[in-house]
C-alpha cells in the first residue's frame, strides 16, 4: 500500500512543483516586451530576475532560521507560499508601472517560492527511502526545471500580452497551492510533526564533511545554472535570426524538456553508480559547454540546438544529487532545515552571476557572456571527486569491519 502511495505522491509533489515554479522565469520570459514597456537596459532587466532570487535567500533564510518546514506540516507550508507567490505575481501586470515596484514584487515572489522548492523536497525525501530517493529528488528537479521553463512556453506558443503571461503564472500557482493542500501528504521516511527550534542547525551541517561537500557542489553547480536560464533567450536570440516564437519554443526545449530528460538521467544514474560519479560528470559537461559556448554562438540552428539540449540536460542533471545527499547525510529531524539553507546560499550565488553576464556581453559580446560561468561546475566537479573518495574510503572500511566479525 506504502508503494502505490508513494508514487502518487511523487506525482502530486511534482505537480506541485511545476505549476508553483512557472512564477519564477514569468518576467524573464516577457523582458523584450517589459524593455520597451519601462525602457530598459540589460541590467536593469537583469534586476527583474535577480530580484526573485534576492527574495528567494530571504525567504528561505527565514524559514531556515525559523525551522519552519521541520516544525509544521510542510505541505501547508508550500500551500500558503505558492498562494503567496501568485499574489505577488498577479499583482505585477495589477500595480506596476515601471521597474522599481515590479522588483519590489519580484522580491516577494522569490520569497514566497523558499516555501514552495525546498519544502517540496522534503516531502519528496520523505516518501523514498536511500534506494530510490535519487530517482525520486530527480523527477522533483524535473518538476522544477518544466515549470521554470513554462513562461517561454506560454510565451511562444500564445499570442499573450506581457500581463497575459504573469496573470497565466499566478493562475498556476494557485492551482499549486491547492494540490497541495487538498492532495498532498508527507511520507514516513523522515521526521515529521513538530520538532524543537534549533537555529544553529544551519551553521552546525557544515562541520561535517559530507553535508560539506555536498553543499560546494550544489554552490558550483548554482554558479552556472540560473544565470545560463534567465540569458539563454538573449544569447539565443544575439547570434541567430530567430523571432522571439521561435527563440521561446528553443529556449522552452533546451531547459524544459531536455531539462527533464537529463534530471531523470541523473537520477538513475545517482542511485546505480553512486551519488559523487553522477553529479561529477553533469558538472564536467556543463563546464564544458560553457566553455565551448563561444565556438557555437553563431553556429548553424542545428549545431547550436544539440549543443543546447546537452547543456539544458547536463545543467541541471545533478541538482536533484545534491539534495540527495545532504537529505542522507543531515540529521533526519532538521533535513527541511539543511535543504533550505543549501538552497538559500546557492541562490545568494546566482543573484552574483546573473549579473555578471550582460555586464560581460556589454564588455565584450553575447558570444563570451557564458564564460564566466565555467569555474562553478568544474569547482563543483573537484568537491564532488573528494565526495567519491570518501565514499569509497567508507565501502572500503565496512567491509573492512565486516570480514574481521
Known sequence: MVGHRRYVQLGLIAAMQVLGMAMWFSASAVLPALREAWQLNDFQAGWLTASVQVGFVVGAVTSAVLNLPDRFPPQRVAAVAA???????AAVPLFADGLAPAVLLRLCTGFFLAGVYPVGMKLMASWFGPAGRGLALGVLVGALTIGSALPHLINGLGDLPWQGVLFAAAGLGACAATVSLTSVRP???????????????????????????????????????????????????????????????????????????????????????????????????????????????????????????????????????????????????????????????????????????????????????????????????????????????????????????
Open 83 to 89: 498562494l503567496g507567490a501568485a499574489a505577488a505575481t
Open 187 to 405: 511520507g514516513p521516511h523522515l521526521s515529521g510533526g513538530r520538532t524543537r527550534p534549533r537555529p544553529r542547525y544551519v551553521l552546525e551541517m557544515f562541520r561535517e564533511r559530507g553535508p560539506m561537500l555536498a553543499n560546494l557542489g550544489y554552490f558550483g553547480h548554482m554558479w552556472e545554472l540560473y544565470a545560463l536560464w534567465t540569458w539563454l533567450p538573449s544569447f539565443v536570440r544575439a547570434g541567430t535570426d530567430g523571432g522571439d516564437t521561435a527563440v521561446g519554443l528553443v529556449v522552452f526545449t533546451a531547459i524544459g524538456v531536455a531539462g527533464l530528460a537529463g534530471c531523470l538521467l541523473g537520477g538513475w544514474a545517482a542511485d546505480r553508480f553512486g551519488r559523487a560519479p553522477a553529479a561529477g560528470t553533469a558538472l564536467v559537461v556543463s563546464g564544458l559547454c560553457c566553455l565551448a559556448s563561444p565556438l557555437v554562438h553563431t553556429a548553424p540552428w542545428p549545431v547550436l540546438m544539440v549543443v543546447l539540449l546537452v547543456w539544458g540536460a547536463a545543467v541541471i542533471a545533478d541538482s536533484g544529487v545534491f539534495s540527495t545527499v545532504l537529505s542522507e547525510t543531515a540529521d533526519s529531524r532538521y533535513v527541511g532545515t539543511a535543504l533550505t539553507a543549501q538552497t538559500a546560499i546557492g541562490f545568494l550565488l546566482t543573484v552574483v552571476t546573473i549579473n555578471l553576464v550582460p555586464v560581460l556581453a556589454d564588455a565584450t559580446d553575447w558570444r563570451y557572456a557564458f564564460l564566466i560561468l565555467a569555474p562553478g561546475p568544474l569547482l563543483g566537479a573537484l568537491a564532488m571527486r573528494a565526495l567519491g573518495k570518501q565514499a569509497h574510503h567508507g565501502a572500503r572500511q565496512r567491509i573492512r569491519a565486516g570480514d574481521t566479525r
